[in-house]
Structure formats: structure tokens, C-alpha cells
């Protein structure tokens, strides 16, 4: 069933490649003014950054020793921008795991808790009120997004209605993966889609491919109130984001591949949400696969999501 809705790899051996001279390649491959629009918010982005920060290696490329100097550099970034103590992880994907999740129509209330969840776990900035997930308010007997709404205000659930959250759906075969010109994203071994906060250019490119409009930017930098920052982070997923990078939903791997469950998924209070290892055939989204009718999210275009849906008989 189909419905419409509106990695750098390691760059040879040695010290790798510095972060300007990916951008010089780019450049030549985006032509000069295209390259310019898409720079824009770096230059920006660039007057507050270390030195550290530019030549910062891509993720993949860092040796261990490197890897724990970074995670180190940026806990201590952090105290001193915030006054808050943190803890940075940058836990790999687990061997014979590729996470999928799956989402109940049929119970989800529309109450958005998924969302506020969402917003608090990641650390999103506070004016905005940014999440990865948006709630569809939807018609009953017609899935046309266009008809639906993520701005309704009244009391929740109605009954001439049904609710379905959409965020980043971890494809298999990711259009957003393709078009970034300096490989800032790419898909985990499990299966999670990820981005190099400090690789990214903040192009965009990766926004305007994703059909499933997942993807966020940072206009400014991330405001978060020091009482309210989680102190639990991830490299690759909830720290605090610098200005002019995009973000998305990464399934919490911060807390997913410590063997716990997304945020979203436990905020959820009518267990509308599935979340679990496609590779078990013992697990619960297994489970609903072979047991339930799902479909994905513009089965057509052939991005293979890992994000199902499904409503009960």
C-alpha cells in the first residue's frame, strides 16, 4: 500500500582530509554559485569556531584516541557554554541489530507526547519548541496529507478523525544519503541514519531530498535552559547542536544501543509505538510484520523505509 506524503567515507589512509579541503572539492563539484548559496550559514557558523572544530576529521575517520579527545573537547565545550556537566557517548552500531519502528493508528490519541518527548530528550532549542516528529491530524477513511493538519490546537482525540506522527524514516535506500556533497550523513550498520555535526555544511541539499520533510536546520544555535539540558548525549545524536548543521531523528541511539527504548516510544501513553531489532524473529515489531497489515510512506518512490505503520482489523 502506497501513500503519497506532501557517509564522508574514510578518505585514504593517514592524517585524512581536513575540512577545507573538502570544501574546495565541493565547490568544484556544486559549480561557484550554487556552492556560495549553500555556504551561507557557515560563514556564519564559522566565526565561533575553534580551531580544533574546523579541522575536526570526519567521524569516520577518527582514530580512537581521536575520538576520545573530541568526545572530551566537546563535554568541556559544553560546561563552559553552559555551566552544565554532560556525559558524551559515541556507542557503535551492535553486531546483528538493524532497529525498525512501528507505529499504531489505530491507539495513537493525537496528543503530541511523542513530540514533547522528543523535544526535551534531544535537546531542541526552547523558542522554537523543535522536534523530530510531527502529528498529522488526519480525515477517517482518507489518508491525503494535504488535507491534514500538525497545528491543531483543540482537545484530542476526535472522533471524525485519526492521528498519524511522521519523523525520519531510516530508509534502506536514503535520497538524503545521495545528495550531500560532502558525505556528512549516511546509514549505520543497524540500520540508523546519522549525521557528522561536525562535517556537515549546512548545504541543505539533504533537507530539499528527503520526501518525508524529516530533516531540520539550525538557523541559530540551539537555546536551552541549563536546568532543562539532558546531560545524556550522544555524538552522532542528542548534544547540542551547533548553528547552521542539519539534524534529525536517530532513533536515540544514545539510548537505543544501550538496549533501551526511544524517548517517544515511552512517552507514548496508549502504546501505540513498536520499536525493535527487524533481524530478531523473536521481537515485537517482528511480530507486528508478520502479523499485522502495514505499509510505509511513498512505497513508490522506493526508499525502503524502516518505519511501518498500521492500524488494527
Known sequence: MSISDDPVQQQGGG???ARRTVLKAAGATLGAAAFAKALAPLTTWAEDMSADEFLQKHYKELSPAELKATLARIEADTKKDTGVD???????????VKFGYALNLSICIGCRMCAEACHEENNHDRKTHNSYIRVFEMDKGSIDFAKGTVDYVHPVPRDDKFYMPVQCQHCDEPPCVDVCPVEATWKEK??????????????RYCEAACPYHARRFNWHA?????KDINPDQGLLSNRIRPQGVMEKCHFCLHRTRKGKMPACLEAC????????????PKSEIRWVLENKRVFVLKEELGTKPSFFYFFDE
Open 15 to 17: 592524517d585524512g582530509v
Open 86 to 96: 554532560v556525559t558524551l557517548t559515541a556507542d557503535a552500531p551492535i553486531e546483528g
Open 190 to 203: 543497524d540500520g540508523i541514519v546519522v549525521v557528522d555535526y561536525d562535517w556537515c555544511i549546512g548545504c
Open 222 to 226: 540551539p537555546e536551552v535552559p541549563a
Open 269 to 280: 501513553p496508549t502504546g501505540a509505538r513498536v520499536f525493535g531489532n527487524l533481524l530478531d
